[in-house]
């Protein structure tokens, strides 16, 4: 399983041949310029929440690689009535994709599309694939459902907000972690806004501190699991 962070909540996931996008959100970030969108590859577009700096460009890479979008009822709909392909889920549901199992789970959070329309409720991803399992949680606070997830599930990795102010902090994320029964942090959702600007140096330490360890990727660097 290869994981490419393309900034903010945006993530390439590949595993086998089959290129997974989550939260494309490129062109409306400016600290991603480097990426072009015209050139990602998608066989399928996860999408934790309605909300703009998730989906801006859900609808465009949709069109032009045909990919099938998989998110909650509420979002797939949407995107259907535009002529787009989907996969719609709902919490606590899973389904074997040609990539592997993708379990749909609870995230604390709103979900409204930028037009104020209803999103239905956020989440966030398990997917197993390649004999790994990792947890993206989306934009959430530190919630006691996570404590479910290492009943099923062990992972090798946990994608998690830092940024704070809209989701989790790091400390916040600390208590996740051990929630999750996973010391394997990649974190996101920060930087991209005054809001969520953070330390680099410091929210490493503080993972450090606890034995845990907080991976934080450049634009466009990707890592192997
Ligand atoms: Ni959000
Ligand atoms: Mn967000």
């Given at each position: 399983?290869?994981?490419?962070?393309y900034g903010h909540a945006s993530?390439?996931?590949?595993?086998?041949?089959?290129?997974?996008?989550?939260?494309?959100?490129i062109t409306g970030n400016e600290n991603a310029s480097s990426i072009d969108i015209e050139t990602l590859k998608a066989d399928y577009i996860l999408v934790t929440h309605a909300h703009q700096d998730h989906i801006l460009d859900v609808e465009a890479i949709a069109k032009r690689t045909g990919a099938i979008i998989v998110s909650?009822?509420?979002?797939?709909?949407?995107?259907?009535?535009?002529?787009?392909?989907?996969?719609?889920?709902n919490h606590g549901g899973s389904w074997d994709f040609e990539?592997?199992?993708?379990?749909?789970?609870?995230?604390i959070h709103t979900s409204s599309f930028p037009d104020g329309s209803y999103g239905g409720q956020p989440g966030g991803f398990i997917i197993e694939g390649e004999r790994k399992t990792i947890y993206i949680a989306g934009d959430t606070a530190l919630t006691m459902d996570m404590k479910l997830i290492p009943m099923q599930t062990k992972l090798d990795l946990a994608i998690l907000p830092i940024g704070d102010n809209f989701t989790m902090g790091?400390?916040?994320?600390?208590?996740?972690?051990?929630?999750?029964e996973c010391?394997?942090?990649?974190?996101?959702?920060?930087?991209?806004?005054?809001?969520?600007e953070?330390?680099?140096?410091?929210?490493?330490?503080?993972?450090?501190?606890?034995e845990k360890d907080l991976m934080l990727?450049?634009?466009?660097?990707?890592?192997e699991l």
């Open positions: 399983m290869k994981i490419t962070f993530l390439g996931i590949q595993i086998k041949d089959i290129n997974i996008l989550v939260d494309p959100f909650n009822f509420e979002i797939i709909t949407y995107y259907q009535n535009k002529g787009l392909e989907g996969h719609p889920m990539f592997g199992n993708l379990k749909y789970v609870n995230a790091i400390n916040d994320a600390i208590i996740a972690s051990d929630f999750i010391d394997k942090i990649l974190g996101y959702h920060y930087d991209t806004f005054g809001y969520i953070i330390d680099h140096e410091e929210a490493k330490r503080k993972f450090f501190d606890k990727l450049e634009i466009g660097e990707s890592m």
